[in-house]
């Protein structure tokens, strides 16, 4: 198969259905869309846990769920999936509501053809995409990588309310480098971001998966180590 295939995962009970879907992706994917068919919301979810799809086509009326709740699920297990909705229900309230909470696209059964139906799936993975990249720019420092000052704030909350309800010790640990300004006042700023970048490879190599290493910014660095035994802290 060729490297471009794109993966589509249907969730559908209706067999007509499954069938008119395979024919307009065969007609107008030209070869470059794999289905895969789950007949079931719970079918699906064990599909989703057992392989990789780039997108995902979902039916609102299925056996075991109904309406957004499936939309729900499926996010829940699979949040990085763009999800395009294909549903016999034409109602703009929920077709809103859908793309509000999550959904990338909403299509209505019986309406538009297989160029539309290629169209939306592809442009549910583009839009999914840009999506991750605001997200990313959002919350990590583009040169290192790190966590930025704001999710540093969130996990750090988070942790503090882990370490309160299982009784965890916590530390939290602030570095910067010294004389970092001499660094890129003598050798450039090129220097000192390829010292940045070498620091804050260094620092997560010597925490644990659970830990979190942050760039507050400059020279500045701080580290979340939780789940410490108490020793530790002594």
Request: glycine residues 8%; hydrophobic residues 40%; contains cysteine.
């Amino acid at each position: 198969m060729p490297d471009s295939q794109v993966k589509v995962l249907l969730v559908e009970d209706n067999p007509p259905d499954v069938k008119l879907v395979q024919l307009m992706l065969d007609e107008h994917g030209r070869g470059k869309f794999q289905l895969a068919v789950a007949g079931s919301l719970q079918e699906a979810l064990e599909s989703l846990s057992g392989g990789e799809f780039d997108v995902l086509l979902l039916d609102l009326s299925l056996p075991d769920a109904h309406g957004l709740s499936a939309l729900t699920e499926v996010e829940t297990l699979a949040p990085d999936l763009p999800i395009v909705i294909l549903s016999g229900l034409q109602d703009e309230a929920i077709a809103l509501r859908a793309v509000n909470e999550g959904a990338q696209d909403y299509l209505v059964k019986g309406q538009g053809d297989g160029a539309l139906l290629t169209r939306a799936l592809r442009y549910a993975i583009e839009r999914k995409r840009s999506e991750q990249n605001l997200a990313y720019l959002a919350q990590y420092d583009p040169l290192t990588g790190l966590p930025n000052r704001s999710l540093f704030r969130e996990r750090l909350e988070r942790a503090i309310l882990r370490a309160k309800r299982h009784g965890h010790v916590m530390a939290l640990m602030f570095l910067d480098l010294d004389h970092f300004k001499d660094i890129n006042d003598t050798l450039g700023h090129d220097a000192g971001d390829q010292l940045l970048c070498a620091v804050a490879k260094r620092l997560q190599f010597c925490v644990r998966h659970e830990d979190t290493v942050a760039r507050l910014g400059g020279d500045e660095f701080t580290i979340i180590l939780e789940r410490l035994d108490r020793q530790d802290n002594a």
